[in-house]
T-cell receptor, first 117, second 111 residues
Framework: DTGVSQDPRHKITKRGQNVTFRCDPISEHNRLYWYRQTLGQGPEFLTYFQNEAQLEKSRLLSDRFSAERPKGSFSTLEIQRTEQGDSAMYLCASSSKTSGGVPDTQYFGPGTRLTVL | RKEVEQDPGPFNVPEGATVAFNCTYS??????FFWYRQDCRKEPKLLMS???SGNEDGRFTAQLNRASQYISLLIRDSKLSDSATYLCVVNRNQAGTALIFGKGTTLSVSS
């Protein structure tokens, strides 16, 4: 399977614990994105990497959240001191640079569903 | 006001019906536009990009009106398999970065 993969698919944790999610993008894609989706809402942008550089962060990404992409391949998203409001689906997407004004297409992984008790 | 707003839905239609979804966006600097489809508890998948001249892909037709900041999706001859949530999406930057999603409109096609 050459699509975007995410691990774990489900995570249940207690409030106050730290959690870390991993995303493996499509192999030739240099752009990687993290989004969060809660029930009944569309995905909301969290952060964006081009290669290993984190180029954009949403205001949603509080100081308890940190994302890395150390070698420009896989990425991790860590949430420290989890709160019940962090319960959501965390989606990763990747895309590759296009030319000629063609918008790049973001391909999404299956997501990690986080439940904070 | 949300940056991307869609019809609240849900839309319940019989097989074979034609259904239209509407969407408005508030940021006039938005550069690219898409419809994504999301099945229950699955990831969003690109249905089609939307171009200024309008574009068609089989039973699906997308239109963009930049002056009115309005995007539409028309589905003809609905199939049971079209049942899903349809997300209107804009991107401020042609070269990538954040996608801004609407809340989505749920379509249920029944036999």
């Amino acid at each position: 399977d050459t699509g975007v993969s995410q691990d774990p698919r489900h995570k249940i944790t207690k409030r106050g614990q730290n959690v870390t999610f991993r995303c493996d993008p499509i192999s030739e894609h240099n752009r990687l994105y993290w989004y969060r989706q809660t029930l009944g809402q569309g995905p909301e942008f969290l952060t964006y990497f081009q290669n290993e550089a984190q180029l954009e962060k949403s205001r949603l990404l509080s100081d308890r959240f940190s994302a890395e992409r150390p070698k420009g391949s896989f990425s991790t998203l860590e949430i420290q001191r989890t709160e019940q409001g962090d319960s959501a689906m965390y989606l990763c997407a990747s895309s590759s640079k296009t030319s000629g004004g063609v918008p790049d297409t973001q391909y999404f992984g299956p997501g990690t569903r986080l439940t904070v008790l | 006001r949300k940056e991307v707003e869609q019809d609240p839905g849900p839309f319940n239609v019989p097989e074979g019906a034609t259904v239209a979804f509407n969407c408005t966006y508030s940021n006039s600097a938005s550069q690219s536009f898409f419809w994504y489809r999301q099945d229950c508890r699955k990831e969003p998948k690109l249905l089609m990009s939307v171009y200024s001249s309008g574009n068609e892909d089989g039973r699906f037709t997308a239109q963009l009106n930049r002056a009115s900041q309005y995007i539409s999706l028309l589905i003809r001859d609905s199939k049971l398999s079209d049942s899903a949530t349809y997300l209107c999406v804009v991107n401020r930057n042609q070269a990538g970065t954040a996608l801004i999603f609407g809340k989505g409109t749920t379509l249920s096609v029944s036999s």
